[in-house]
């Protein structure tokens, strides 16, 4: 399982266990989904320091891959990674025919 899915499915699953235990008590609707929300995001700041880590981790090789291809594919295209192909040689395809 990704790591993003897990955060996001651990970040879902405490934001829906505060809302059951604040469902019992008397009050506003509204409130009550708000105080779910800031006590959810509290709890996930320690209860999820890992799959967060995680999930940062695999966004850092993302990115990091991403700009190696950038960079592989700009040079490329500037013409730096050209290698002769066996069939062309050293002065370029033949052409004498």
């Known amino acids: 399982m990704s790591a993003a899915l897990k955060y996001t499915l651990g970040r879902i699953g ?20 708000m105080l779910a929300l800031a006590f959810s995001a509290a709890l996930s700041f320690f209860l999820l320091r890992g799959w967060r880590d995680e999930l940062a981790g695999e966004m850092a090789d993302a990115t990091e ?29 033949d052409t004498t025919r």
């Open 14 to 33: 405490l934001f829906v266990a505060v809302l059951a235990g604040l469902w019992l008590v008397d009050m506003n609707v509204f409130l009550k989904l």
């Open 65 to 93: 891959r991403r700009r190696t291809e950038k960079e592989r594919l700009r040079s490329a295209l500037a013409g730096e990674d050209q290698d002769p192909t066996p069939t062309e040689g050293p002065q370029g395809p």
